[in-house]
């Protein structure tokens, strides 16, 4: 859902933009990072999934990717979709994007699933590049600040997408960000970053009381004109459906949170085989694309987080005036209510 104009359109208002590239190949990120360097002069991040394929990938066999293509087969035939034929992994090294982000110099390199190498780390501080590691639980977050990165996203179970848990299965780091948070800011000496659930000035206030000294936030931007998501996705996190949010690993292979709709439910059916990562995604392309052209909503993976239906506006600048107006209202009010205590004589 990333897109050059989003990114640059949240850096240049001020906020950090980041740009998700973890499916591009070497070559498209370097096109990418050239057209946001050509829209914005404001810093922005690049961001990658550290761990590229889950176990399985590279055996997983013709037979498998039939078992899981067979409960799409009458989806993809309903929107006049054609049925895919196997094709064998074609492998993306995270070496070689990590080495674009390095030679076309960046501002941030931000990432999930895990820690590069302390030889990766290295180069990127070598080059003044802020580090931005993301911790699904406490013990990613200590080993986060173990190697050396300079921020700490600590990213909840509401959050839209994936959060990238890589010490423990995904299943077994569902923590939400308001345990998550202080526990984090607790446990390590690092800026942290809030993530998950945050989709309006109460959460930002919130997450600022739980230590954080900033937030992450996605499924906001969504709605938004400037995000890669399609009319369809916007109308979905715009209306009443989006009020249902669940977790699948039906859309790529890994947990992964979105709007409850048929094709989530089918995936969550008992004895439905999911493929691995990144191959579950490349099988999804096959109903996505044509359920879109069909405008057929309930079969496409909509991404979004338990906030979604917090959504209220389309384009970005609307949405960080009022995020930054209804943050200093609450904090005013906040203010004003403890001095009105204090006067009282009712806090110290
Ligand atoms: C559609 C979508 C795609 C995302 N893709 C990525 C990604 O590639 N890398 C990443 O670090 N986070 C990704 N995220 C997570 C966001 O960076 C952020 O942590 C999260 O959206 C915050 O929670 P919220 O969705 O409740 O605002 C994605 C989120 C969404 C909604």
């Known amino acids: 859902m990333s897109s050059q104009k989003l990114t640059a359109a949240v850096s240049n208002y001020g906020g950090l933009g980041s740009f998700g590239a973890h499916g591009l190949k070497p070559e498209a990120i370097r096109e990418v990072i050239r057209e946001i360097k050509g829209i ?17 990938t590279l055996t997983s066999t013709e037979e498998a990717f039939h078992r899981s293509l067979s409960p799409l087969t009458k989806h993809i035939e309903s929107v006049g979709g054609d049925l895919p034929s196997y094709r064998p992994y074609e492998p ?58 300079d921020v700490i996203a600590a990213s909840g179970f509401e959050a839209g997408g994936h959060r990238g848990s890589f010490l423990q299965s995904s299943e077994d780091s569902l923590t939400g960000t308001m345990a998550l ?21 109460r959460g930002i206030v919130a997450a600022f009381a739980l230590g954080a000294e900033g ?5 906001a931007f969504l709605a938004c004109e400037e995000s890669g998501a399609s009319s369809l996705h916007r109308k979905a996190i715009l209306s009443g459906q989006a ?41 999804v392309r096959h109903i996505s694309i044509p359920a879109e052209k069909a405008g057929q909503i309930e079969l496409l993976p909509l991404w979004a987080g338990q906030s979604a239906s917090l959504s209220r506006h ?23 209510w403890s001095a009105r205590r204090q006067r009282e004589g009712v806090l110290e």
């Open 92 to 149: 993306i090294r995270f070496e070689d994007q990590v080495q674009v982000l390095l030679d076309e110099g960046i501002p941030a390199f931000s990432f999930i699933y895990g820690i590069p190498s302390k030889q990766i780390l290295n180069a990127f501080h070598h080059k003044g590049i802020s580090l931005i590691g993301t911790a699904t639980t406490v013990d990613e977050a200590i080993a986060l600040e173990r190697a050396g990165v």
């Open 314 to 336: 389309t384009d970005v600048r609307t949405l960080l005036d009022t995020l930054v107006k209804e943050t200093s209202g609450i904090g005013e009010a906040v203010q004003s």
């Open 215 to 219: 937030v992450q936030m996605g499924t």
């Open 40 to 56: 914005t002069s404001k810093p922005f991040a690049m961001n990658l999934w550290v761990s590229m394929e889950d176990e399985g």
């Open 243 to 283: 009020k249902q949010t669940a977790l699948t690993r039906g859309f790529t292979g890994r947990l992964a949170r979105g709007v409850k709709n048929r094709l989530l439910d089918n995936f969550n059916e008992k004895d439905i085989e999911i493929l691995p990562y990144p191959l579950q995604r490349a099988l």
């Open 181 to 201: 948070v202080p526990q984090v800011v607790d446990a390590v000496r690092l800026p942290v970053v809030a993530a998950g659930g945050i989709g309006d000035a």
